[in-house]
């Protein structure tokens, strides 16, 4: 087995939407190897050295090999790939969707509306991801160093918070962002109302956008 490829980058191409291949060379060989897009947009720069944690997998007779930033994404994508109906395309688009803390963290909890922000990802594929690994999950978080995180809104008022940004059109990475800055430079309580946690949040979205057309 391949555990990680240490590598130059050779080139990044995106074949599809939810396709995207890192091209490594190593020893004078070029290995492809599909990604998720997140970690593409971290290679940016063509002959820079890299490792890669790798997972093989042998598809209809075909080798196929996916590439990670971490030991820790790529066993998250071997526990997701273990849930029937998941596939590398769907594991891939939820490690894309959501920082690896809140994937795990939205599984363990049963946050199915976080998890079907997924492109993909419906209410019956989420409610299986729940089942099928939180049991998993709560004794792999402590190996892998993932807790659970104290900040933001109180688990009866988080869900509702959480659809209401998404309703507006933003996404799960801006939304766990925004309510981290809210709780920790904001300061406001995790059982203040649910208007309070909206607001701010939305205030900190504002300027954020504000500040990138600025740039």
């Known amino acids: 087995m391949i ?15 939810n396709r995207t291949i890192l091209t490594l060379e190593v020893n004078g060989m070029g290995y492809d190897l599909q990604i998720p897009q997140h970690l593409a947009s971290q290679l940016s ?19 196929l090999l996916y590439g990670f930033s971490s ?3 790529r066993d998250l994508f071997r526990h997701l790939l273990s849930v029937s ?11 894309d969707t959501l920082e690896l803390p809140d994937l795990v963290q939205a599984i363990i909890a049963a946050n ?10 419906g209410k019956k594929t989420a409610e299986r991801l729940c089942l099928e690994l939180k049991s998993k999950l709560i004794e792999w978080r402590k190996s892998a160093g993932f807790f659970v995180a104290t900040d ?8 509702e918070v959480q659809m209401t940004l998404f309703a507006l059109g933003y996404t799960p990475h801006e939304v766990s962002h925004a309510l981290h800055v809210v709780s920790e430079d904001i300061g406001l309580d995790k059982n203040a109302y649910v208007e309070d946690w909206i607001k701010q949040a939305i205030a900190h979205l504002s300027n954020s956008e504000q500040l990138t057309v600025n740039s």
């Open 152 to 159: 933001g809104p109180a688990p009866g008022i988080l869900e």
């Open 71 to 73: 030991p820790a994404e």
């Open 112 to 121: 199915v509306n976080m998890l079907i922000q997924t492109p993909g990802v």
């Open 3 to 17: 555990s990680y490829l240490k590598g130059i980058v050779a080139g990044v191409q995106t074949v599809s939407a």
């Open 85 to 95: 109906g998941v596939g590398a395309a769907l594991a891939i688009a939820l490690l």
């Open 45 to 63: 720069n063509t002959g820079d050295v890299v490792q890669i944690f790798t997972h093989y997998q042998i598809r209809e007779e075909v080798p």
